[in-house]
């Protein structure tokens, strides 16, 4: 049997997914980010407002904390937004998206950093809040508009992260058809069911573009190595 079809995969899958494999390597001998405590406490939060947000007595408390909706005021939910991201959407899978948290953000904390990976998560997220308010007042019928019964609606909560950060490491290790693929499936899940929580995925998608083409640009003219954003470490050849 050829082993040409085996090489060329492989190929394939070196080119898209190496120098991201190359940093998790790399990321992974600290023994201290081995341990993940960014990714695990997303997990851990994610459970425990999950659970407290079921209960009668939980409900209000989560709500108060981190309950972020568009026709609450501005600065009250921007108070709300750090702790919004472990607060679960009403119409999303909570238990299920436990897996994507955990591997998302453990990628991200390995091989980003602790603080860098809050900072994206956060920035993907609070796009997704501050999109809310304004497709509330364009409307319905503006291709971006949101009805205004969206504005009782608590924002997408863990998954505006999971899908920000995904999409921010597949373009800063050029693992661009993984990025095409996740971009792809947020546009197809907007065209299929048309909610809130879609909308403020390709919202956290485009900042977390946004940010990738600063950095792009940010290197260019400062002419340091490719892939060396803004002082992370350069992706090994």
Request: charged fraction near 15%.
């Amino acid at each position: 049997m050829s082993t040409f079809p085996t090489t060329t995969t492989a190929l394939l899958v070196r080119t898209e997914w190496g120098p991201l494999y190359d940093a998790v390597r790399a990321g992974g001998a600290d023994w201290r980010r081995r341990a993940m405590p960014v990714a695990v406490a997303a997990v851990f939060l994610t459970v425990l407002l999950h659970y407290l947000d079921t209960q009668p007595w939980g409900h209000g408390f989560v709500q108060a904390v981190g309950g972020v909706r568009a026709e609450d005021p501005l600065w009250l939910s921007l108070l709300r937004t750090p702790l919004s991201l472990f607060v679960p959407a009403l119409d999303l899978p909570a238990w299920g998206g436990l897996l994507q948290i955990l591997v998302v953000f453990g990628i991200a904390e390995l091989c980003l950093g602790r603080r860098r990976t809050l900072l994206v998560a956060y920035a993907a997220t609070l796009a997704g809040t501050l999109y809310a308010r304004v497709g509330i007042r364009l409307g319905p019928d503006v291709p971006l508009g949101l009805p205004a019964s969206d504005a009782h609606v608590v924002d997408t909560g863990p998954s505006a992260a999971v899908v920000g950060l995904a999409v921010f490491m597949c373009c800063r290790y050029r693992a661009y058809a993984t990025a095409g693929l996740v971009v792809a499936s947020m546009v197809a899940e907007v065209t299929l069911k048309e909610n809130l929580a879609g909308k403020e995925h390709l919202a956290a998608i485009t900042a977390v573009l946004v940010m990738c083409g600063v950095m792009e640009s940010r290197q260019r003219r400062s002419g340091t190595r490719a892939g060396s954003w803004s002082g992370l470490p350069p992706i090994k050849s």
